[in-house]
């Protein structure tokens, strides 16, 4: 099951792609934070998703928000991706599925692939509160950027 609106975001530290520790508390009492999970780094929605992300950047992140995408991809491949795409935000490499799982977008089995990260997305205010959460089951939608932007303009 995910983690519910209203619930305190679990905490975590992950690698970013490159290879320096992200930890989302830090962001406590300064930035809010945007967690957009996605399958796999290369794949063709998940590079439509994050090059939207790309191209839309200043109406998502800026001095009170940090977007970070999240895959289950190593950092090396993480750097490849944002390197060849262009991306201005962290991409965090959560390997060992904890974070995945802890935010229930985890897939079990997707195309033979066991434990692969759901398309999801996560808004959590400075207070470390989780204030909007999407999980799909279908790999294939993307998360609508409006209600994201939205819920930022309340947690501003």
Known sequence: MSVQVGQKAPDF????NKMQDFKLSD???KKNAVLLFVPLAFTGVCTKEFCSVRDNINSLQNDNTQ?????????????A??????YQFPLLSDFNKEVSTAYG?????????????????FVIDKSGTIQYAWVSED???MP???????CLQKCA
Do not use: Q
Not at 13 to 16: D, E, P, S, V
Not at 69 to 76: A, E, K, L, R, Y
Not at 144 to 150: A, F, N, T
């Open 105 to 121: 977008s985890l897939y079990e089995n997707l195309l033979g692939f066991k434990g692969i990260s759901k398309r999801s997305a």
């Open 67 to 79: 977007v970070v995408g999240i895959s289950v991809d190593s950092p090396f491949s993480l750097d």
């Open 144 to 150: 609508d950027l409006e209600p994201i932007r939205d």
């Open 81 to 86: 991706w944002a390197a060849k795409e262009g």
């Open 27 to 29: 962001l406590h009492g």
């Open 139 to 141: 790999a294939g939608k």
């Open 13 to 16: 530290t992950l690698k970013t």
